[in-house]
Nanobody, 125 residues
């Protein structure tokens, strides 16, 4: 099982960025997909999650209204569109896959079964 996040980079405050997560080795369409982020010395923070059918999404409070999660089951991929980026969004972003055990995508990192290597997003002021 491999999850590969990509699309990070250095941008200025107010800019947009789109992260991608490519899944292989698992039936990605059967998993909830999530994005988390982490900065040094802090716990991993929930960013967004999406159900298998894309009908249900969840967002962390700090990104609501600015970030949008989506997925393409045919491509075994998930995406995170990040708009109006702020310096506080600077972090390593990780994608993760959760074998569904509830009706709603989880915001708890511990619920996720598979994790990819992160991609660094740096937002300058």
């Amino acid at each position: 099982v491999q999850l590969q996040a990509s699309g990070g980079g250095l941008v200025q405050a107010g800019d947009s960025l789109r992260l991608s997560c490519a899944a292989s080795g698992l039936a990605a369409r059967s998993f909830y997909m999530g994005w988390f982020r982490q900065t040094p010395g802090k716990e991993r923070e929930f960013v967004a999650a999406i159900s298998t059918s894309s009908l249900r999404t969840a967002y962390g409070d700090s990104v609501k209204g600015r970030f949008t999660i989506s997925r393409d089951n045919a491509e075994s991929a998930a995406y995170l569109q990040m708009n109006r980026l702020k310096p506080d969004d600077t972090a390593v972003y990780y994608c993760a896959a959760d074998r569904p055990s509830g009706a709603e995508p989880s915001s708890a990192a511990a619920d996720y079964d598979y994790w990819g290597r992160g991609t660094l997003v740096t937002v300058s002021s």
